[in-house]
DNA sequence: CCGATAATTCGACTAAAGTCGAATATATTG
DNA sequence: CAATATATTCGACTTTAGTCGAATTATCGG
């Protein structure tokens, strides 16, 4: 079965160790985190720690960059708000106030390009 | 270990099947759609149409309700937006939850190359 | 009650995710 | 180049997710 984008983005997210890891990168911003930060303030194994980081590099939300010997890890937002609108997209058939508490607030409208349908690896 | 909340709310988003009968709900509002007539429009075998709501419910997404010999199921908008909040928190090392659509300032290469400002981690 | 409809549970199976030590690659410094 | 720091790949393994036919429970109309 052919797994879309948003699946990848959400499946990426969906575990403890990534969750977290994901989370202190949205906190720490655009610098970003080396590999052996994130593995000292997650306590998780180097080798699983690199599993878990190409995870969220596969799946778009996290950008990986050279500085020196360390390699930097750090969130991609536009992929995040691209997931948001994704998953509140057409809420309640847009026509209908019927969503009871509140659907959602304005978001950047950038689902068409995102994380709906595109084809990629 | 522990599965948090919003990893249990991730998870249950992170499947192809799962993804689109949650956007179908979401789309269709709090009437909801009955198991069958989901598994009809999933192309989905009944025994893991419920499997797959199963998921959803166990992780607070979706509710369930009977009416008549049909099991209606309905998307629960609130805890949506519980995990979009979640997802967006502390974006940046602020406090708050504002800056969503603004938490794009620039992607890692874009920083790294100095045409953005410089945050001290 | 009975037969039909609606959906779930069960069971057996296959596929994929996750873990982590040891070996390996990559980059820096002297 | 050699020694060191940083991170990944590999391999072997355990656990969990997903699939779906067949049997089962629940509900309705007569």
């Known amino acids: 079965m052919r797994t879309t984008p948003a699946v990848k983005a959400l499946g990426a997210l969906a575990h403890e160790h990534?969750?977290?890891l994901?989370?202190?990168l949205v906190e720490t911003g655009p610098d970003g985190l080396s590999a052996g930060v994130i593995?000292?303030?997650l306590r998780v194994p180097p080798s699983s720690l690199t599993f878990h980081t190409q995870?969220?590099?596969r799946a778009g939300l996290v950008a990986q960059r050279r500085v020196g010997r360390q390699l930097i890890y750090a969130?991609?937002?536009a992929?995040?708000?691209d997931l948001v609108v994704y998953l509140t997209e057409n809420c309640?058939?847009?026509g209908k106030v019927?969503?009871?508490p509140a659907c959602n607030p304005a978001l950047p409208s950038a689902a068409a390009r995102g994380l709906a349908k595109r084809r990629s690896a």
């Open 55 to 57: 995870a969220l590099v």
């Open 92 to 94: 309640c058939g847009q």
């Open 98 to 100: 019927a969503c009871t």
């Open 75 to 77: 969130a991609d937002f």
């Open 39 to 41: 593995a000292d303030r």
């Open 22 to 24: 994901y989370r202190l």
């Open 18 to 20: 990534r969750l977290a």
């Open 79 to 81: 992929a995040m708000n």
